[in-house]
């Protein structure tokens, strides 16, 4: 039997009329879609996959860069607090706790410059410290300055830090000056340390700072 197609129609006409035709055409469409099927999952990659990957590493970025900027915040809000209630930080070995401010301590600092005590970056990096205090030892009533750092995590080089720091106040001020350290964890090799050296840890809770 042969047909003519002419239109469309014919071809449907034709189809319904022999369903093995109908099946054969099918497979052949089949296989040309399946044929096709790798470059259409190249182009899904490269125009979809990739693109989306490329966001995900910008997130995780993202993720990572407000991690810092949080626990920064952390650790200035806790160095707020320990400054503002230091005389309940020290209040079992200080009395009559005085603080001294950033303005008055360069000053300090200068007058030593100018008697050849300590230098310029000696001044600069005294200034830093996170608060400067002066007071009297419970116990034997002697007059003494404070240089404590406030820190989250306490390790070996902040204590390294308040040291060297109580040590320059020390020679501006020429009077003891003693070191402290107000932190939440600590590292056992920063303990040691401060032991070792001679700086005054106080251990604290996220709700006493």
């Given at each position: ?31 040309e879609e399946l044929r ?35 626990a920064k915040l952390r ?135």
């Amino acid at each position: 039997m042969s047909y003519v197609i002419n239109t469309i129609e014919d071809l449907e006409r034709i189809l319904r009329e022999n369903p093995e035709w109908r099946e054969r055409i099918r497979s052949l469409i089949l296989e040309e879609e399946l044929r096709r099927l790798p470059a259409r999952f190249e182009r899904f990659v490269e125009e979809e996959f990739r693109p989306l990957k490329a966001d995900v590493e910008i997130l995780k970025k993202d993720v990572g860069v407000l991690k810092v900027d949080v626990a920064k915040l952390r650790g200035e809000s806790f160095e707020r607090k320990v400054r503002e209630n230091a005389p309940a930080f020290l209040g079992k070995v200080i009395r009559r706790l005085r603080p001294i401010d950033k303005f008055t301590l360069a000053d300090i600092l200068d007058d030593a410059i100018d008697s050849g005590l300590i230098d310029e970056d000696m001044k600069d990096f005294a200034l830093k410290v996170d608060f400067a205090g002066k007071g009297r030892l419970k116990e034997t009533g002697k007059e003494v300055h404070i240089a404590l750092e406030a820190t989250l995590t306490l390790y070996p080089e902040d204590v390294e830090k308040v040291f060297k720091r109580a040590m320059i106040i020390s020679k501006a001020v020429g009077q003891e000056t003693i070191p402290v350290v107000v932190y939440l964890n600590a590292k056992e090799e920063a303990l040691s340390l401060a032991e070792e050296i001679g700086v005054l840890t106080v251990k604290t809770v996220a709700e006493e700072a």
